[in-house]
């Protein structure tokens, strides 16, 4: 079956970085879109980067300049460099995949079809 596991969560000052990876089984990784969203503590579940089937990826203005996304379709797996946290970067991070196709036109979490268990960030000030 299809299995999303992240890790490389952890506790780090402002500034600071870390790399989640998120490791895939169970379908044809390298033919879909795929994406990392995030959730802090009462807030809604937000997507952070998407990353088309090619390596194509988009960011969520929040992120953008700070976060890169990758993939190796070789591994089945997906990355997200986090560089220059912030506190408000604290949250649950997620991976999730969707099986709609290669493309990301799916931004919102209702659209992706399977999910990691999700990995823990926190950044303090």
């Known amino acids: 079956q299809v299995q999303l596991v992240e890790s490389g969560g952890g506790s780090v000052q402002a500034g600071g970085s870390l790399r989640l990876s998120c490791a895939a089984s169970?379908?044809?990784?390298?033919?879909?879109?795929m994406a990392w969203f995030r959730q802090a503590p009462g807030k809604e579940r937000e997507g952070v980067a998407f990353?088309?089937?090619?390596?194509?990826?988009n960011y969520a203005d929040s992120v953008r300049g700070r976060f890169t996304a990758s993939r190796d379709n070789a591994k089945n797996t997906l990355y997200l460099q986090m560089n220059s946290l912030k506190p408000e970067d604290t949250a649950m991070y997620y991976c999730?995949?969707?099986?709609?196709?290669?493309?990301?036109?799916?931004?919102?979490?209702?659209?992706?079809?399977?999910w990691g268990s999700g990995t823990q960030v926190a950044v303090s000030s």
């Open positions: 169970g379908y044809t990784y390298s033919r879909h879109c």
């Open positions: 990353i088309d089937s090619y390596g194509g990826a």
């Open positions: 999730a995949a969707d099986f709609a196709g290669s493309w990301c036109y799916a931004t919102q979490p209702n659209e992706y079809d399977y």
